[in-house]
């Protein structure tokens, strides 16, 4: 199982919408949008749970797809540290 970020997504994204989106390259095991917690729209990105195979099948056919006027980025999530960043390379501020 493999978990994938989805970003760039506008603010009227559903959960509906993005399984349906994503559903066309395999079984979407579970998704997670991130809420504005005062306004309940979508914060622009969330989190699917496909299969190894069909994930990397969804990144390849979404990643610089257009939704609505936005162009999506989608990609393997990247594991955070223990401060809650991203870990990895030096940070460029």
């Known amino acids: 199982m493999l ?3 989805a970003g760039n997504l506008p603010s ?3 959960e509906k919408e993005l399984t349906e989106l994503f559903c066309t390259h395999g079984r ?4 997670k949008l ?5 306004s309940g729209k979508c914060r622009g990105f969330g989190f699917i ?3 190894g ?3 990397r099948a969804a990144i390849a056919a979404l990643n610089g797809r257009e939704l609505r ?5 989608v990609n393997m999530e990247q594991p955070r540290d223990a401060r809650g ?3 990895g390379g030096p940070r460029h501020h």
């Open 3 to 5: 978990k994938i970020y």
């Open 12 to 14: 009227d994204t559903t």
């Open 28 to 31: 979407v095991r579970s998704i």
């Open 34 to 38: 991130a809420h504005d917690v005062f």
């Open 49 to 51: 749970e496909m299969e």
């Open 53 to 55: 195979h069909e994930a």
């Open 69 to 73: 006027g936005n162009f999506l980025r």
């Open 85 to 87: 960043g991203r870990t």
